[in-house]
């Protein structure tokens, strides 16, 4: 069964970081994008970055742009999200997806084929 499993999350201060994981089971991500998402109470969910299948190709939604970094290591088949400078507005559950195809900041959710469960981060002092 092809699975993603998120984690890392949790409660740090204002100006902290956190490294989200992604790790795939079932399956291998070497031909598949990999999107992050997060979804706030009362938000919908939005993209926040994604990765291109062989890692080379990144983006960021503008509010996490020069904060956030996305990386892919295939032979682990896991992606990561390093988190810094996180601000209040960050708290929200953190989704992974895995789309077999390219994808960009633009790319609907529903071309992603698969999802983790989420992970909480949360950011207050």
Not at 42 to 61: F, L, M, N, Q
Not at 87 to 105: G, H, L
């Amino acid at each position: 069964q092809r699975q993603l499993v998120e984690s890392g999350g949790g409660l740090v201060q204002p100006g902290g970081s956190l490294r989200l994981s992604c790790a795939a089971s079932g399956f291998t991500l070497d031909y598949y994008a990999i999107g992050w998402f997060r979804q706030a109470p009362g938000k919908e969910r939005e993209g926040v970055s994604c990765i291109s299948s062989s890692g080379g190709d990144t983006y960021y939604a503008d509010s996490v742009k020069g904060r956030f970094t996305i990386s892919k290591d295939n032979a682990k088949s896991t992606v990561y999200l390093q988190m810094n400078s996180l601000k209040p507005e960050d708290t929200a559950v953190y989704y992974c997806a895995a789309a077999p195809r390219p994808v960009d900041v633009t790319t609907p959710q529903y071309e992603y084929d698969y999802w983790g469960q989420g992970t909480q981060v949360t950011v207050s002092s």
